[in-house]
Structure formats: C-alpha cells, structure tokens
C-alpha cells in the first residue's frame, strides 16, 4: 500500500508547457508523481519525451548559463528553467 502525505503548504504543480532549451518543441507538462518525488529531489514536472517519462526540477541557471552541448535536457516552464532526468519503474 502507498500512502502520500499532502500539505497545504506543498501545493501540486498545474499541468503546464515545457519547451526544450535545444529545439523549441513544446512538450505537455504533467505534475509529478509520487513515485517520481522519491527519485529525484526536487521534481515538480514530468513530460514524455520520445515515450519516456522525464522529470524535470528547477534549476538556479538563468538559461543563458546552459553550457553549450547540454540545451538538450534543460526545458523552460513559464518564466523558470528546469533540468530534466530520464525516469523509470520497473513494472515486475
């Protein structure tokens, strides 16, 4: 059984649009999940990416501090840019 403890304080993220740092394609942007949380500290976000999961946490860079070659896995939500790390569960 899993249990999730909810607060006031820690309000869910709304569905919102990412776009990729390298390419500009948009992305739909998805709350985290649970389970995402407990991977990856910080996680608010998840999209699809190529049909795998991406969690995706804000990061303190202001875009133009992405070094050049890592555009790929930085993504802009609103007015913030986040990280994004490829996610998975094992479905046994």
């Known amino acids: 059984m899993e249990v999730e403890q909810l607060s006031f ?3 869910p993220a ?3 649009v990412a776009v990729c740092c390298m390419d500009g394609r948009s992305f739909h942007a998805e709350p985290a ?3 995402m949380q407990r991977l990856v500290n910080g996680v608010e976000y998840f999209i699809l990416v190529g049909g795998h999961q991406m969690a995706l946490r804000p990061t303190q860079k202001p875009s133009e501090g992405i070094p050049s070659g890592h555009e790929y896995y930085h993504y802009s ?3 913030s840019l986040y990280t994004g790390v ?3 569960r094992d479905s046994a």
């Open 86 to 88: 490829f996610v998975g």
């Open 9 to 11: 304080f820690s309000l």
């Open 14 to 16: 709304r569905p919102a």
């Open 33 to 35: 999940e649970s389970w």
């Open 77 to 79: 939500v609103g007015e």
